[in-house]
């Protein structure tokens, strides 16, 4: 049996990999940086192997076997470095099949260093040899768990995408598309926008999670820069910050990619619903 090789398990997109991966009945292998990290993986029946990919040498021991890789890290700087590293000890042994999860938006002149860092990446995945399929999903609904703490004690909902609409997933979806790109043969070589149903604008946002909770939830928007200083406040990098502004900016402007049918047409089911999204995180909105 072909096995798929997970990385950053313990993350939002590999967990829901694993899981949806292994609710298939595929040999999964999870790739988390401490022993601790696997245990909630490991109860879904995959294997788990603690290895880092920013040293060589714990890599080749996790790939043995694993025809299939979905390369998933953090967004960070050394990004580039760090899935140089996977791709390299993959392209040694069997050719093997990379799923990549960038982003929307990823491209070499792209406005936001992210998308510059995914774009560095897929061309060292097409230029490999091995077998590649690269996942661009729009921001995920699970971000706005983010904001539980001023929904919880205001009833507010704080960004600066004043009317701007933009078709954000849930990170679910993003997980079943991946699954069936390993899975199912004819996405080797695809490259696949991955978007919720509709576009939503935040103000919209804000009503589902109130009617979720039972309580009133107000969008209120927030200069870029004042934005920025609450995001630094909060612990963000200066770079992070910066793209998020970017990304807000192109939503805020209108220019958001619209939704695609990628969730539907290679995840095989409806794509989660911003009220959906709402009414299964209520508890974590509510507090208390
Ligand atoms: N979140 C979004 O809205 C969104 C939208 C579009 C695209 N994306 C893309 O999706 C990707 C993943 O996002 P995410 O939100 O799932 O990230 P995440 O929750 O931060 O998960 C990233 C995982 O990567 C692991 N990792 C980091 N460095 C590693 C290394 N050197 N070796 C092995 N594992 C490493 C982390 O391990 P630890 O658990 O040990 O820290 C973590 O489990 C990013 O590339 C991002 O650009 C995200």
Same mark, same amino acid.
């Given at each position: =049996?072909?096995?798929?090789? !997970?990385?950053?398990?313990?993350? +939002?997109?590999?967990?829901?990999? !694993?899981?949806?991966?292994?609710?298939?009945?595929?040999?999964?292998?999870? =790739?988390?940086?401490?022993?601790?990290?696997?245990?909630?993986?490991? $109860?879904?029946?995959?294997?788990?192997?603690?290895?880092?990919?920013?040293?060589?040498?714990?890599?080749?021991?996790?790939?043995?076997?694993?025809?299939?890789?979905? /390369?998933?890290?953090?967004?960070? %700087?050394?990004? &580039?470095?760090?899935?140089?590293? /996977?791709?390299?000890?993959? =392209?040694?042994?069997?050719?093997?099949? &990379?799923? +990549?999860?960038?982003?929307?938006?990823?491209?070499?002149?792209?406005? *936001?260093?992210?998308?510059?860092?995914?774009?560095?990446?897929?061309?060292?995945?097409?230029?490999?040899? @091995?077998?590649?399929? *690269?996942?661009?999903?729009?921001?995920? @609904?699970?971000?706005?768990?983010?904001?539980?703490?001023?929904?919880?004690?205001?009833?507010?909902?704080?960004?600066? @995408?004043?009317?701007?609409?933009? %078709?954000?997933?849930?990170?679910?979806?993003?997980?079943?598309?991946?699954?069936?790109?390993?899975?199912? %043969?004819?996405?080797?070589? =695809?490259?696949?926008?991955?978007?919720?149903?509709?576009?939503?604008?935040?103000?919209?946002?804000?009503?589902?999670?109130?009617?979720?909770?039972?309580?009133? &939830?107000?969008?209120?928007?927030?200069?870029? $820069?004042?934005?920025?200083?609450?995001?630094?406040?909060?612990?963000?990098?200066?770079?992070?910050?910066?793209?998020?502004?970017?990304?807000?900016?192109?939503?805020?402007?209108? +220019?958001?990619?619209?939704?695609?049918? &990628? !969730?539907?047409?290679?995840?095989? +089911?409806?794509?989660?619903?911003?009220?959906? *999204?709402?009414?299964?995180?209520?508890?974590? *909105?509510?507090?208390?």
């Amino acid at each position: =049996m072909s096995g798929i090789l !997970v990385t950053g398990a313990n993350g +939002k997109t590999g967990s829901e990999a !694993v899981r949806r991966l292994r609710a298939a009945g595929a040999r999964v292998r999870a =790739m988390v940086r401490s022993a601790a990290k696997g245990e909630a993986l490991r $109860a879904t029946g995959a294997e788990v192997v603690v290895a880092d990919l920013t040293t060589p040498a714990t890599i080749g021991p996790a790939l043995e076997g694993m025809d299939h890789v979905l /390369l998933v890290t953090s967004p960070s %700087p050394d990004q &580039v470095a760090v899935q140089h590293n /996977l791709i390299e000890a993959a =392209m040694r042994g069997p050719r093997r099949h &990379v799923v +990549k999860v960038s982003a929307v938006g990823t491209g070499p002149r792209s406005p *936001f260093a992210l998308g510059r860092w995914h774009a560095e990446i897929e061309a060292e995945l097409v230029a490999s040899g @091995m077998g590649w399929t *690269f996942l661009r999903p729009q921001s995920y @609904m699970q971000n706005l768990l983010m904001a539980a703490p001023t929904i919880q004690t205001e009833g507010k909902l704080y960004a600066p @995408m004043r009317d701007g609409r933009t %078709p954000l997933v849930d990170v679910r979806d993003v997980a079943a598309v991946a699954a069936a790109c390993v899975l199912e %043969p004819g996405h080797e070589g =695809m490259t696949y926008d991955v978007t919720g149903g509709e576009a939503v604008s935040y103000a919209e946002v804000a009503a589902h999670i109130g009617r979720a909770i039972g309580k009133p &939830v107000t969008y209120v928007d927030v200069p870029p $820069a004042a934005a920025r200083a609450g995001m630094l406040q909060a612990g963000l990098p200066d770079w992070l910050a910066d793209d998020l502004l970017v990304l807000y900016g192109i939503a805020a402007a209108g +220019k958001s990619r619209g939704p695609t049918t &990628v !969730v539907r047409d290679v995840g095989g +089911k409806d794509p989660v619903t911003i009220a959906e *999204f709402a009414r299964d995180h209520a508890a974590a *909105f509510r507090g208390g």
